[in-house]
């Protein structure tokens, strides 16, 4: 195995997040933090300046996903070795096995982020490293979505009780004062879900965006779209209260791909 230090590239949306994972790199020593990025298009810029030897990349991302971000690398012949940082369950990782690509669950553990280094340390030092093919990222891909697609209800707390809701009935869900709040047409009740990122890696991606660090919605129940200030834009949503939500900058231009406005 190589003794250089493992150049790394730490990619999360979440300040908190990278923090975390930067300061469990340090303790497991061997590494060179060459970089961070909150989000999609800032990691492949710095991809693509600072050619890092391994990226952790969080999946759940604003503007880009972490899949996203990886069929990107992959179609301009980037060579580096990934991580996905993931809040998925542990059954919905059986998705990544394959020898090309590793995972780490949040939060994350030293121990286990430790064996990912050792596993990456191997695979720069063969002759022949294992990229990560876009075969294989797409078998990952449609192997998670499949799982997501099992989980078709959530439990709310409303009051002293749980009620269960499909998760097609979900109109947007926000984090309230360290709670995330999910809103139907008919309920509206907290997630024991710790953060957004956790309840967006269990709904289907293609419906659900994390439009703001703070809101996430269901994209075929927005009832209309008002110019915001600075070219952004508020989404009014089909709940009984037609909620405003703020669209941040990073995904303004994605929605407007979307919906070619």
Not at 96 to 107: E, H, Q, R
Not at 113 to 137: A, C, F, W
Not at 210 to 217: A, E
Not at 219 to 247: C, G, H, Q
């Amino acid at each position: 195995m190589t003794n250089a230090p493992i150049r790394t590239l730490v990619v999360d949306d979440e300040q908190l997040a990278r923090e975390e994972l930067c300061f469990l790199l340090e303790q497991a020593g061997g590494v060179q933090i060459s970089g961070q990025a909150a989000d999609g298009p800032t990691a492949l810029r710095l991809a693509g300046e600072l050619r890092p030897d391994l990226l952790f990349l969080d999946i759940q991302m604003p503007g880009l996903t972490g899949f996203e971000v990886a069929r990107r690398l992959i179609q301009a012949d980037v060579e580096v070795q990934i991580v996905f940082v993931t809040a998925f369950d542990q059954y919905a990782v059986d998705a990544f096995a394959i020898n090309a690509v590793d995972y780490l669950l949040k939060p994350v553990d030293l121990e286990r982020l430790e064996q990912t280094l050792d596993k990456v340390r191997r695979r720069l030092s063969e002759t022949e490293k294992l990229p990560l093919s876009p075969e294989d990222l797409e078998k990952v891909i449609a192997a998670v979505q499949a799982r997501q697609g099992r989980r078709e209800q959530l439990a709310l707390r409303v009051g002293e009780r749980f009620v269960l809701v499909q998760t097609d009935e979900i109109i947007h869900a926000s984090l309230v004062d360290d709670a995330i709040v999910v809103v139907t047409n008919t309920v509206s009740g907290t997630s024991n879900y710790r953060t957004l990122d956790e309840l967006s890696a269990r709904l289907d991606p293609a419906i659900f965006w994390r439009v703001h660090r703070s809101h996430l919605v269901n994209i075929t129940k927005i009832k209309e779209i008002v110019p915001w200030f600075s070219r952004n834009y508020l989404l009014k949503m089909k709940d009984p209260k037609a909620t405003e939500i703020p669209v941040s900058r990073s995904q303004t231009r994605r929605l407007r791909e979307y919906l070619q406005l």
